[in-house]
């Protein structure tokens, strides 16, 4: 039985928590407004959960201080809902983190007091003035390798929200922006994507031009049998082929 099977009375069970886990993964899109509703669901289910930080992290594969970041904005939903407080749409885990760590007093223990100080903020509206960075370029530098990833370990490396990198590569993805083309898959319950970047663009006139003769080669060598195939032609195509990459690469 694993860690997180044996809890307390009172506490929801690995079994129950995986079935809320799911329902949130299913439910959401990509959208600012959609994410930041999961990032507001995720955050209550970790509230209600009874479950330690530690638990949580091991569940969840996450650091320590991830956990911790969205146990403590699931406090304050919870804090806001108690007061019928209204809070904007778009407000995901990262946005509330950053005016608790960037507008209000570190010093102040009283975490009830320094939700007023988040609540007040937001009343004023700026947290809806604030514009994103550009993410396109670093996610292009650093993940525009051609392997496969999902935007949740894209948003961590370059210390942005999940709704965020979703944003940025839609955009990529239906515009062509900042040079790059994306494909994405589905494994188990996440979206990955794969990002390539279009350097060099090769007319289909000459690649037909270089790789037909070469194709129609090696079908000629793949309809002969093992007794009179030709090693030394397959290898010479191989080396004409390698030869066609390497000066398209340049």
């Known amino acids: 039985m694993s860690e997180i099977a044996v809890l307390r009375s009172g506490r ?4 129950e928590y995986d ?10 899109g990509g959208s600012s407004v959609e994410m930041a509703k ?11 959960s009874g479950w330690t930080e530690e638990q949580l992290a091991n569940k ?6 991830w956990v911790s970041c969205r146990m403590r904005f699931g406090r304050f939903l919870n804090f806001a809902n108690s007061l019928a407080e209204p809070l904007p749409k778009n407000l995901s885990a990262k946005k509330f983190l950053d005016i608790w760590e960037q507008q209000t007093v570190q010093k102040e223990r009283n975490e009830r007091i320094r939700f007023q100080a988040v609540l007040k903020i937001m009343r004023s509206g700026s947290i809806t003035a ?3 960075p550009s993410i396109g370029e670093p996610i292009k530098e650093r993940f525009a390798d051609g392997k496969w990833h999902r935007p949740s370990v894209i948003a961590e ?13 839609n955009r990529m993805s239906k515009n062509g922006t900042y040079g790059c083309t994306v494909e994405r898959k589905r494994v188990g319950q996440h ?12 007319s289909l006139d000459e690649l037909i031009e270089k790789l037909a003769p070469i194709i129609k080669e090696l079908k000629a060598e793949g309809k002969k049998n093992m007794a009179t195939m030709s090693p030394a032609t397959v290898a010479h195509l191989a080396g004409k082929l390698s ?6 690469a340049r």
């Open 12 to 15: 929801i069970t690995e079994e």
């Open 19 to 28: 079935r809320e886990r799911a329902k949130l993964r299913n439910s959401y």
């Open 38 to 48: 999961h990032d507001q669901s995720l955050a209550i289910l970790f509230s209600r």
């Open 60 to 65: 969840e594969g996450r650091t320590h201080q």
């Open 130 to 132: 604030a514009r994103r």
């Open 157 to 169: 490396k370059i210390r942005t929200d999940e709704a965020h990198v979703l944003d940025t590569i």
């Open 191 to 202: 979206i990955e994507f794969r990002i390539f970047k279009k350097e060099k663009t090769i």
């Open 243 to 248: 030869n066609l990459l390497d000066e398209w």
